[in-house]
């Protein structure tokens, strides 16, 4: 691809093409639906999204060479004996299936303290490989936020020439292949030479053998009496619940092996339940399989982990959520009623026949016009179990009143039945301490779609502005924001784009302002910053002193053009 790196021929400087731009886009080489896919002292470069052969069923690359930033990788390759620069920290945006296999390769990280191959965490396989860098002080982990059911193996890997484990840090998501019979899937040696056995992991059903090998293993298989051919990569667990109830129900657990490129395979299997989790959890068998069976008998739900493994050296494991017994809702013994202090910080106080137990209530503000609740608009809500006790008033609450509703709840119940505790009075003025300043994390914010322009309120809607009608897509009212845990690249929590074209829009009441300033911390959920999935029209406006009725303002845009 030579949109933005050119091409030299050293060897025939007629072919020589300079590159088209000076800005940098996306290669994509070659985007396939084909099989048996197999290329041999390539050099496949262009960095960003070069994706080689990605989508291929079957990919061998022998002697190759690749530059590599975000999601570069073929996720279903075979590689051997290539060498790779990897200039930003996850190659791969996932593998498939039984993953990717790196064998006698060479990795070249540059400029990076960290070095992660994938970003959603999924299988590979490093044997025989070699990692270089200017530190031998370089972290080398498998994803940077690894699920406890990720499980990946190595065999014999350095950094500048010394031995290393990956993800070092948390030893429990790599599988070392030492003395192990499953490595004879990746290399054996037979005739005083070491083999990279391709042919058994790309073989499949039809006995493709790319490197013509087949007689080779089977000599080795039947003078060396092992199984090189048909042995097992890849051991996964699956649960038939992400969370279940003691006493209540039992989580149904499947257990599968496949050979290289998702081929069953039988293999027995070895259950493991370290002591820690075994207060929350045991296995059941019978005649309808393996079952979880919860025995949590503690006050909040655990994360409980079972582990499988199997002779030949295959590692699994599967979390599950362990609720203790679900107990009645509990009851108010003081019914909900509002106080408020002279700074307007309002509170809903009551009390429940909970003793002992955490509250974990429900509770949803809204503003109402008048005594009796009606017309009433969420303004804030509570979220994980948090009870949003407070809600301090803004100049947009003056006139209203402030009604909070709570659902009872405690840390081993369901919710109750509901009740509703309203203001005695309206906002007031004197009551507002910062009538000119709006501040929020939108913890507590009410995402629901809201599609109304009301002087005092946020609009959540969605809109597709009419400078993408070249892009198909269209917006859904179901799909605006929500409030979540990061995805990729961001850490925490806040509030998250949950369709194209959502929209959020804040509409004060009547007045004259001017100097407004906006400070807002954002946190991409594309590692590199670039904030969008792909370069297919999307951006983001910020809008400052925006008028939602003419749809006038200043506007900060920020999009991606490669």
């Given at each position: 691809n030579?949109c933005?790196v050119d091409?030299v021929y050293?060897?025939?400087e007629?072919?020589?093409?300079a590159?088209r ?5 996306q290669a994509?080489?070659v985007?396939?639906?084909s099989?048996?896919?197999?290329a041999?002292?390539?050099?496949f470069?262009s ?7 990605v ?6 690359f022998v002697d ?12 279903h390759g ?5 060498d790779?620069?990897f200039?930003s920290s996850k190659p791969?945006w ?10 006698d390769c060479?990795f070249n990280?540059i400029s990076?303290?960290e070095?992660?191959l994938t970003k959603?965490g999924?299988p590979?396989a ?6 270089t860098h200017?530190s031998?002080d ?6 940077k936020?690894p ?6 193996y ?6 500048n020439?010394k031995p290393?484990l990956f993800?070092?840090g ?12 499953a490595l004879n899937a990746?290399?054996?040696e037979?005739?005083?030479?070491t083999h990279y056995n ?8 039809d006995d493709?053998?790319p490197?013509?090998q ?7 298989e039947k003078?060396?009496n092992e199984?090189f051919?048909?042995?097992a990569?890849?051991l996964r667990?699956?649960?038939?619940a992400?969370?279940?109830?003691s006493?209540?129900?039992k989580?149904k657990?499947a ?5 290289f490129y ?9 259950w493991n ?5 075994r207060h ?10 393996v079952?979880?069976e919860?025995?949590n008998?503690g006050?909040k739900?655990?994360l409980f982990?079972l582990q499988a493994?199997?002779?030949s ?9 362990i ?7 509990p009851?108010?013994s003081t019914t909900p ?6 700074k307007?910080n309002?509170k809903?106080n ?5 003793p002992?137990?955490a509250?974990?209530?429900a509770?949803?503000?809204y503003r109402?016009?008048?005594?009796q609740?009606?017309?009433?608009i969420p303004?804030a809500?509570?979220r994980?179990d948090?009870?949003e006790?407070s809600?301090t008033?803004?100049?947009d609450?003056?006139?209203y009143?402030l009604m909070?509703e709570?659902s009872?709840k ?5 919710y109750g ?12 003025a004197?009551?507002?301490?910062k ?8 913890r507590?914010?009410p995402?629901?779609y809201q599609?109304?322009?009301k002087?005092g ?8 502005p009419?400078d993408?009608?070249?892009y198909n897509?269209a ?7 929500y409030?979540g845990s ?5 850490v ?6 949950d369709?194209?074209?959502a ?5 004060p009441?009547?007045?004259?302002y001017?100097?407004m300033?906006?400070a ?6 594309k590692?590199a910053g ?5 370069a297919t029209g999307?951006y983001?406006?910020?809008f400052?002193?925006?008028?939602t009725k003419?749809l ?7 999009i991606?053009?490669?």
């Amino acid at each position: 691809n030579y949109c933005n790196v050119d091409l030299v021929y050293p060897l025939d400087e007629s072919k020589n093409r300079a590159k088209r731009m000076t800005a940098i886009t996306q290669a994509q080489l070659v985007i396939c639906q084909s099989d048996k896919v197999f290329a041999k002292n390539c050099s496949f470069i262009s960095r960003v999204n070069s994706c080689p052969f990605v989508g291929a069923k079957r990919a061998v690359f022998v002697d190759c060479h690749f530059e590599c930033t975000d999601d570069a990788l073929c996720g279903h390759g075979i590689y051997l004996g290539c060498d790779l620069d990897f200039y930003s920290s996850k190659p791969f945006w996932s593998t498939h299936g039984t993953g990717a296999a790196f064998m006698d390769c060479d990795f070249n990280i540059i400029s990076q303290k960290e070095q992660f191959l994938t970003k959603v965490g999924s299988p590979v396989a490093l044997i025989d490989c070699r990692f270089t860098h200017p530190s031998d002080d370089l972290i080398l982990e498998w994803t940077k936020y690894p699920k406890p059911s990720l499980r990946c193996y190595q065999y014999n890997l350095t950094l500048n020439g010394k031995p290393v484990l990956f993800h070092a840090g948390k030893p429990e998501h790599t599988v070392q292949l030492e003395g192990k019979e499953a490595l004879n899937a990746y290399r054996f040696e037979y005739e005083g030479k070491t083999h990279y056995n391709v042919y058994a992991l790309a073989r499949r059903h039809d006995d493709w053998d790319p490197l013509n090998q087949k007689g080779l293993v089977k000599a080795a298989e039947k003078a060396l009496n092992e199984n090189f051919d048909n042995q097992a990569t890849m051991l996964r667990l699956r649960s038939s619940a992400n969370s279940i109830e003691s006493g209540r129900e039992k989580a149904k657990i499947a257990v599968e092996a496949f050979r290289f490129y998702d081929i069953p395979v039988q293999e027995e299997v070895i259950w493991n339940i370290e002591p820690k989790y075994r207060h929350l959890g045991r296995l059941v068998k019978n005649q309808e399989g393996v079952f979880v069976e919860g025995i949590n008998q503690g006050e909040k739900a655990e994360l409980f982990l079972l582990q499988a493994s199997t002779k030949s050296g295959l590692q699994a494991a599967v979390q599950i959520e362990i609720k203790p017994k679900t107990l009645p809702a509990p009851t108010f013994s003081t019914t909900p009623y509002i106080s408020v202090d002279s700074k307007g910080n309002f509170k809903v106080n009551y009390q429940l026949h909970n003793p002992g137990r955490a509250d974990q209530s429900a509770i949803t503000w809204y503003r109402c016009s008048d005594a009796q609740g009606n017309n009433a608009i969420p303004v804030a809500v509570s979220r994980f179990d948090q009870p949003e006790y407070s809600y301090t008033a803004g100049k947009d609450d003056i006139g209203y009143y402030l009604m909070a509703e709570v659902s009872p709840k405690n840390i081993r119940s369901e919710y109750g039945a509901s009740q509703k505790a309203i203001s005695k009075a309206a906002v007031t003025a004197n009551q507002i301490s910062k009538p000119y300043a709006i501040s929020t994390d939108f913890r507590t914010f009410p995402c629901q779609y809201q599609g109304e322009i009301k002087e005092g309120f946020w609009t959540v809607d969605t809109y597709k502005p009419a400078d993408t009608h070249e892009y198909n897509w269209a917006t859904q009212t179901s799909k605006t924001w929500y409030y979540g845990s990061s995805q990729d690249g961001a850490v925490g929590y806040g509030l998250l784009q949950d369709g194209k074209g959502a929209r959020l829009l804040y509409t004060p009441v009547a007045g004259n302002y001017q100097d407004m300033s906006i400070a807002l911390w954002v946190d991409p959920c594309k590692t590199a910053g670039h904030g969008f999935g792909s370069a297919t029209g999307p951006y983001k406006d910020i809008f400052n002193t925006y008028d939602t009725k003419t749809l006038s303002c200043f506007c900060l845009r920020i999009i991606r053009t490669t």
